[in-house]
């Protein structure tokens, strides 16, 4: 608890220099939010000068009409600077993952950057093919569920094509604990479809386990007073990955409310939860006496799955509205 503690401070302080800066250049704070907390769940420095030098040189080489001209390249800024030491040298990788997302298929649009962003903090060597694997897998998505499924889905399946099961066997298991979850009380609609995604990341859990323990941290959120509202499915999924997930709970709630005492962020009290659920993932990370050993690899993927479906909601909320239609 100490540890998050220190990460709500730190979260706080950034957000605030973020907001001073930049309240009047996004439309919605919850990106500058989001912003923050890539550098506390990366347990990344931030420097207000270098972010917005980054944030500048993304416009400077940015086509007119891209959308990282926009208030999204906040979030790729951020997301380059928490991954690595030099992030300007690792733009022009960034820019031909997207390029060769954009060649396998996909379309020219803000979710398909944070999906090549995926492939750039995975160090993906052969673009092409996975690329190409992606489109398959999001093919695939769409014949499941042709409804649900649409261009917020991309970075997922980027992350489902880094996976090295056959694409059948991965949609199959993902089918089934949709199918499993929504038996349970999980609501039907893309936010569990992202949840059964990022589950079948985790393939140290059989299903019915990952379905039962999902369900017990659903009804214990209830019985906490925290109304488990489908854009928490995410957050859900990654409370399944630590041992006694819902003796959690009562930190998250407490680190929740905390959160929304704060004067900038009280109108937020979403997005102050998903914070709050990782806030305490990143403590417990630390403490890895605490975690299954053997999850080590797991749980960065799907911290990485959830954040990415994260972003995809928050930093593409308004492209969402216009485009999410699908293909």
């Known amino acids: 608890m100490e540890k998050a503690n220190r990460s709500i401070q730190d979260y706080i302080q950034i957000y605030s220099q973020l907001r001073e800066r930049y309240r009047w250049k996004v439309n919605d704070q919850s990106v500058l939010m989001m912003v923050a907390s890539l550098y506390i769940s990366n347990n990344r420095s931030f420097d207000i000068d270098r972010f917005t030098e980054l944030a500048d040189y993304i416009k400077r080489e940015s086509g007119l009409f891209s959308?990282?001209?926009?208030?999204?390249?906040?979030?790729?800024?951020?997301?380059?600077?928490?991954?690595?030491?030099?992030?300007?040298?690792?733009?022009?990788?960034?820019?031909?993952?997207?390029?060769?997302?954009?060649?396998?298929?996909?379309?020219?649009?803000?979710?398909?950057?944070?999906?090549?962003?995926?492939?750039?903090?995975?160090?993906?060597?052969?673009?092409?093919?996975?690329?190409?694997?992606?489109?398959?897998?999001?093919?695939?998505?769409?014949?499941?569920?042709?409804?649900?499924t649409g261009h917020s889905d991309y970075p997922l399946a980027v992350m489902l094509a880094l996976n090295d099961r056959q694409t059948d066997e991965l949609i199959f298991h993902i089918e089934d604990l949709y199918s499993k979850l929504s038996q349970n009380g999980f609501r039907k609609g893309n936010d569990l479809q992202s949840m059964s995604h990022i589950l079948s990341l985790n393939e140290n859990s059989q299903a019915d386990d990952m379905v039962a323990l999902s369900t017990e941290i659903y009804d214990?959120?209830?019985?906490?007073?925290?109304?488990?509202?489908?854009?928490?499915?995410?957050?859900?999924?990654?409370?399944?990955?630590?041992?006694?997930?819902?003796?959690?709970?009562?930190?998250?709630?407490?680190?929740?409310?905390?959160?929304?005492?704060?004067?900038?962020?009280?109108?937020?009290?979403?997005?102050?939860?998903?914070?709050?659920?990782?806030?305490?993932?990143?403590?417990?990370?630390?403490?890895?006496?605490?975690?299954?050993?053997?999850l080590s690899t797991t749980i960065e993927t799907l911290i990485q799955a959830q954040q990415a479906a994260s972003i995809a909601a928050i930093s593409g909320a308004a492209v969402a509205a216009s485009s999410n239609g699908g293909e």
């Open 67 to 148: 959308p990282l001209r926009s208030e999204s390249r906040f979030t790729f800024a951020a997301m380059l600077d928490t991954k690595f030491d030099s992030p300007k040298d690792h733009y022009p990788a960034f820019i031909a993952a997207y390029n060769s997302l954009v060649s396998a298929g996909f379309s020219k649009n803000n979710f398909t950057y944070i999906a090549a962003m995926l492939l750039v903090t995975a160090n993906a060597e052969d673009l092409k093919s996975l690329s190409k694997r992606a489109r398959v897998v999001y093919k695939k998505m769409r014949e499941e569920h042709l409804f649900l």
């Open 220 to 294: 214990r959120m209830k019985k906490e007073g925290i109304k488990p509202k489908s854009m928490f499915y995410s957050q859900i999924a990654l409370l399944t990955l630590i041992e006694k997930g819902n003796d959690n709970l009562l930190e998250i709630k407490a680190i929740w409310e905390q959160l929304n005492d704060e004067k900038l962020l009280k109108w937020k009290k979403d997005i102050n939860f998903m914070m709050a659920v990782n806030f305490v993932i990143s403590d417990k990370i630390d403490h890895s006496s605490l975690l299954q050993t053997n």
